[in-house]
């Protein structure tokens, strides 16, 4: 359908005004709405609602005279968490809509309609979902969502592959995406600076953490070693030298809303072209924050039946994501290796079907993937406890210390991941599961 005359009573795609830089309020977004948008059938009658509880834009509930409201999303110049004193283009927008829309044409279940734009003001017009809700707030809550990790994977697995650099005219789709949002540097420079560089600095401006003394120790550990300082030197160049795909960004599961039978995946506006690695990595980093926040300490008991569901997240994710690239990359290379693979007997020619050229197959590059995300994770399980922007599932622990104790189990897996990596998902277990009594011996040595 086409997204110009589809819902909200046919939203334009793009709307023009060149009108300067203003930040909406519930008072304004309706009428901006009707005045950008005049087929939309809002109802100037009702509330508008501002239900951004994120780190950076404004998001309000515009009602309708139809059955469901519409989301107005839009991106302020500055990070909303810390004010104007942190500046940030608010042209994000514009490429976020862009991402928005390159993966609605590969997995368009998994992402909200986009229903207008108007880059002047900074504004995507889309879809309100309902019932969904963001999957941290369930989670935190306790809550299992069925599938969700299967729905995860297929969503990074197909989008991952269909819009890289493998496969047949890869190489130009790459190339065409990064022309179209290489405008939105500055958001992987925020990235740079907020994942990979300020949490292994002492002093950096915006790092904080629950102030115990054995956090103290743990953080002193991490930013006084020139092990890690390294690893998160290596992995930044990574990050902006490897153009393999179309990335989302800054996928976590507060950018993921769901319900218990579909999923969503929001908010590209970190978007770039990048390693595959650095998405799957980030999204199984939050889930094993999660998990750190649900387990048993010296202090709780935990929730068990949580921490089960979230250890078949991390599985999932994985599995589904590998099986799907796989056969994606399969397909899509069926056709070169026919020829080959005639009068072969059944399965005969699975490992050349999965040829490209140079040689790789899909199990090397997703080997490659593996080890790539594992660092990944570990820089985005320091960052989330140790810099500015800390997760829910952690931060509503109270008292202090139950906090400290489960964040150290966080850090302490970041930790060895960043020296030793993991083989498969079962070693990752074993550190997180050897954390919570290893943790206060590892963080009292002296930094190497």
């Known amino acids: 359908m086409d997204e110009a005359n589809s819902g909200a009573g046919g939203a334009r795609e793009e709307a023009g005004g060149g009108a300067p830089f203003q930040a909406l309020t519930c008072r304004t977004a309706c009428g ?6 005049p087929l939309t059938e809002v109802d100037e009658a009702a509330n508008v609602r501002e239900i951004g509880d994120g780190n950076l834009n404004l998001v309000f509930c515009v009602p309708t005279h139809s059955s469901s409201p519409l989301i107005l999303k839009q991106a302020l110049p500055y990070v ?26 590969v997995v368009p279940q998994f992402i909200p309609r986009v229903l207008g734009t108007c880059r002047e003001r900074a504004v995507i017009l889309m879809e309100y979902l309902t ?16 599938l969700l990790a299967t729905h995860l994977g297929q969503y990074l697995g197909r989008s991952r592959y269909h819009l890289s650099r493998y496969g047949v005219g890869g190489a130009k789709r790459v190339a065409a995406l990064m022309r179209e949002i290489a405008g939105n540097l500055p958001m992987q420079q925020l990235t740079e600076g ?19 003394p054995e956090m103290h120790a743990a953080v002193r550990h991490l930013q006084e070693s020139a092990v890690y300082a390294s690893k998160a030197e290596e992995l930044l160049h990574l990050f902006r030298s490897k153009k393999e795909a179309l990335l989302h960004g800054d996928l976590h599961t507060g950018s993921i809303m769901a319900t218990a039978t579909d999923t969503k995946v929001i908010d590209p506006e970190f978007c770039m072209v990048g390693p595959i690695g650095f998405d799957v990595g980030m999204l199984l980093a939050n889930f094993l924050l999660c998990y750190c926040s649900h387990a048993r300490t010296e202090g709780a008991s935990g929730n068990a039946a949580m921490c089960e569901y979230l250890r078949g997240c991390v599985r999932d994710v994985w599995c589904v994501f590998s099986d799907e690239f796989s056969s994606a990359w399969e397909k899509d290379h069926a056709a070169e290796t026919e020829g080959a693979e005639a009068g072969a007997g059944a399965g005969a020619g699975a490992a050349t ?21 594992i660092g990944f994770c570990a820089i985005e399980m320091v960052r989330r406890v140790v810099g500015v922007a800390h997760v829910q599932d952690l931060e509503r622990i109270e008292p202090p210390h139950e906090r400290s104790a489960r964040e150290c189990i966080a850090l302490y897996t970041a930790a060895m991941l960043l020296q030793s990596g993991a083989r498969d998902i079962a070693a990752i277990w074993q550190i997180i599961d050897s954390g919570g009594g290893a943790h206060s011996e590892f963080f009292a040595r002296p930094a190497a």
Do not use: K, M, Y
């Not at 019932?131 to 989670?139: D, G, I, K, N, S």
């Not at 907020?194 to 115990?212: E, I, L, M, R, Y």
């Open 353 to 373: 079907r999965a040829e490209v050229e140079g040689g790789i197959t899909a199990r090397e590059v997703l080997a490659c993937v593996w080890g790539e995300s």
């Open 131 to 146: 019932p969904h809700e963001v999957v941290r707030a369930a989670l935190v809550r306790g809550e299992q969502l069925p």
């Open 194 to 212: 907020v994942v990979f560089t300020d949490p292994f600095v002492a002093g950096a401006a915006h790092n904080h953490w629950t102030d115990t």
């Open 32 to 37: 901006f709405v009707r005045g950008q948008w």
């Open 80 to 105: 909303r968490c810390v004010g104007p004193e942190w500046p940030l283009s608010e042209a994000r927008a514009h490429f976020e809509s862009i991402a928005l829309r390159a993966e609605a044409q």
